[in-house]
């Protein structure tokens, strides 16, 4: 796990670290020392801590002014026994909607298993980010089926099109405009 590094073609559009409004503002990221470990595996020093044992982030992309964002994950996604929801929707998801951010791409290509509890997290979520959306791409089959068992899909839009996204070969307002397309489209808007 230690060599799977965030996706990084995007930084020089963005950096959280150097963002006053994103919840990462003035994060640092030893590049000489790993220090973060998943079940005693480390990874890669770029990932960004969010107070979860075995999910870690890194904001991508955050656009203020068409209120989106672009987060990739890696890790277990644990509800049972970290309640990851949880750390991530307080640690910063509610800042994100805080400075207007209201839809958001989750990319969970390493997210590699998720242990599901109660939805009320997910459902706060979605209650608050009102006439946005939250879309999740990328997520390996057997991690989206076992979010539906738990009916996170009633919050977070999954599968179909959205899986086919070439999104690494797309510049951000790019991604975002063919996610809201489809979005809009699921919703008949």
């Not at 955050?62 to 970290?82: F, H, K, P, R, S």
């Not at 991604?175 to 919703?187: A, G, K, N, Y």
Request: charged share 25%.
């Amino acid at each position: 796990m230690h060599t799977i590094e965030p996706f990084y073609n995007w930084i020089e559009a963005y950096s959280a670290s150097e963002d006053e409004r994103s919840p990462l503002y003035g994060a640092e990221n030893n590049e000489s020392e790993y220090t973060h470990t998943i079940y005693g595996y480390y990874i890669h020093p770029q990932w960004d801590d969010i107070d979860s044992e075995t999910l870690f982030i890194k904001i991508l992309y955050a656009d203020y002014n068409d209120g989106y964002a672009v987060i990739e994950l890696i890790g277990e996604w644990n509800d049972t026994i970290n309640n990851d929801i949880m750390t991530l929707k307080r640690n910063v998801l509610d800042l994100m909607i805080g400075e207007g951010i209201h839809r958001f791409i989750l990319v969970g290509e390493n997210v590699f298993n998720f242990h599901g509890s109660d939805d009320a997290y997910y459902e706060e979520w979605f209650e608050e980010v009102e006439d946005g959306w939250i879309a999740a791409i990328g997520f390996q089959d057997f991690v989206v089926s076992e979010m539906q068992q738990f009916h996170i899909d009633y919050y977070i839009n999954f599968g179909g099109d959205l899986d086919k996204i070439p999104w690494r070969t797309l510049t951000p307002p790019q991604l975002f405009t063919i996610v809201d397309s489809m979005i809009q489209r699921r919703l008949g808007a």
